[in-house]
């Protein structure tokens, strides 16, 4: 894999050099005052630029998350990413503020990472519909969200349209075979996935196999992380069909292990 450790940094740096706004990162405190100031008309001109909200292990209360969706509805068109982790946020508090991102036409996001919530099937489609609208997203980390089986199946359609995607990371969501062969659908219908983390899902030797027939037929993949544990229930007919595909494909890494690059996305 090329360069892999510092691709997430370079992705960063992107957002704020592909304008010619400069990067503002606020927090989702400073998001929501600046919302509020503004509907006193006593904003001043930079907080409307905010580009970035970076709220990582910021833990937001109810009214915090309901207040953070209006502010989002207000200042959704000028975000380049959403970094949102560990913050709380329920299935009609996330259902919220992907609405709230549709409603502001947030349609220039490169990167969508809402690690560690807890985004459920419902919220999924509504981040499908984000997703519908947003042709310019590279990078998107649901990492440890209950998506289960029929979140995946949500996103799996917009995942595969995203024309400019290259970063997925999908570990900890409690996908299961259903869930993957939605996730190989979409990976046999797209070019420019690069980069897929599917660790510490029950896929099983079904999901390992569906994967492993989409990567035949996908010319973009580079990285796959897929864990072969207790976890992933995935056996000998499994992990035979992914060493075949990473044998016969040289740009291809396959990752097995489940803590091997544990620091990506």
């Known amino acids: 894999m090329r360069g892999i450790c510092m691709h997430a940094v370079v992705l960063f740096t992107a957002v704020g050099h592909a304008h010619a706004d400069a990067v503002v990162e606020c927090s989702a405190a400073?998001?929501?005052?600046a919302a509020h100031a503004h509907a006193h008309a006593t904003a001043a001109s930079s907080t409307k630029k905010c580009t970035t909200l970076h709220a990582v292990f910021e833990k937001l209360e109810q009214h915090d998350l309901l207040a953070l969706n209006d502010a989002v509805g207000t200042y959704g068109g000028n975000l380049r990413a959403v970094i949102a982790r560990h913050n709380g946020f329920d299935e009609e508090a996330a259902v919220g503020f992907f609405d709230a991102l549709?409603?502001?036409?947030?349609?220039k996001l490169t990167m969508l990472h809402f690690r560690d919530n807890n985004l459920g099937p419902r919220g999924a489609e509504a981040l499908a519909r984000v997703l519908a609208i947003n042709k310019a997203l590279v990078s998107l980390d649901l990492r440890g969200n209950p998506l289960a089986d029929e979140?995946?199946?949500?996103?799996?359609?917009?995942?595969?349209?995203g024309p400019k995607?290259?970063?997925?990371?999908?570990?900890?969501?409690?996908?299961?075979?259903d869930g993957a062969r939605a996730i190989a659908q979409a990976l046999s219908s797209t070019g420019t996935i690069e980069y897929l983390d599917v660790r510490t899902n029950p896929i099983g030797d079904e999901g390992a196999i569906a994967l492993a027939?989409?990567?035949e037929l996908n010319n973009s993949l580079e990285v796959l992380l897929v864990g072969i544990d207790k976890f992933t229930n995935i056996g000998a007919e499994g992990q035979i069909a992914l060493k075949r595909v990473d044998d016969s494909n040289s740009l291809l890494r396959i990752v097995e292990h489940p803590y091997t690059l544990k620091q990506e996305l």
């Open 213 to 215: 027939q989409a990567i």
């Open 30 to 33: 400073e998001l929501i005052h």
């Open 151 to 161: 979140g995946i199946k949500h996103l799996a359609d917009a995942i595969g349209d």
């Open 102 to 107: 549709v409603d502001a036409s947030a349609t």
């Open 165 to 177: 995607l290259k970063r997925v990371n999908l570990s900890y969501i409690g996908m299961g075979a």
